[in-house]
């Protein structure tokens, strides 16, 4: 645990100086972020905990030392991009659709759903896909172009990718028909 707390300290540290090449201390980050995660017992559990604690003060099963849990919860960019690159290594899917919909909503709410977008878009892949999956897919797609300022070609990318393999060919239809900008990803 310390070995993960330390190497996520310094990496935080490394990419706000350009002069440091972070891409070994990314590494050595990921290795010991694999051995933490790894090392939870219920997968699905933490996942959405972690989640969740985007917008509550949802408690995390990591028994990270309390200056660095603090520390941990308010980067959520590194956090879930490590997250990401744990669950890629794996081929399991989880039951997270749910949380990944209150996320939204509550971001949306305050009129910030870019700012959880890509976390969003990357974990959606590893979710269990059920009747929420499509309202949830509707909704970022609103979000996305909601604000005209706004532009991640990512997330277009991703989302098509995404749709490609686990939406219905009428549920992309429909949707190239109402964001004809998407119909191009």
């Not at 300290?9 to 790894?38: C, E, F, G, H």
């Not at 408690?59 to 690159?85: G, Q, T």
């Not at 060919?169 to 004809?180: D, F, I, M, S």
């Amino acid at each position: 645990m310390k070995n993960f707390e330390e190497h996520y300290l310094t990496y935080l540290r490394a990419i706000y100086d350009p002069s440091i090449d972070t891409n070994n201390i990314y590494q050595k980050l990921l290795d010991s972020s694999i051995v933490v995660y790894d090392s939870i017992e219920n997968i699905e559990v933490w996942l959405k905990q972690e989640l969740l604690s985007l917008i509550t003060e949802t408690e995390i099963l990591i028994p990270f030392s309390d200056s660095f849990k603090a520390i941990y919860c308010s980067d959520s960019l590194v956090r879930f991009e490590l997250i990401y690159n744990f669950l890629s290594q794996r081929d399991t899917r989880y039951y997270i659709i749910s949380e990944l919909g209150q996320v939204y909503d509550f971001y949306m709410a305050l009129n910030k759903p870019h700012v959880v977008m890509r976390t969003i878009i990357y974990l959606i892949w590893y979710s269990v896909k059920n009747e929420k999956t499509y309202p949830l897919i509707i909704n970022l797609l609103n979000g996305y172009f909601l604000n005209e300022d706004f532009e991640d070609r990512t997330i277009l990318f991703e989302l098509s990718a995404y749709m490609d393999v686990y939406c219905s060919t009428e549920e992309r239809v429909a949707l190239n028909g109402k964001y004809p900008e998407f119909a191009n990803y």
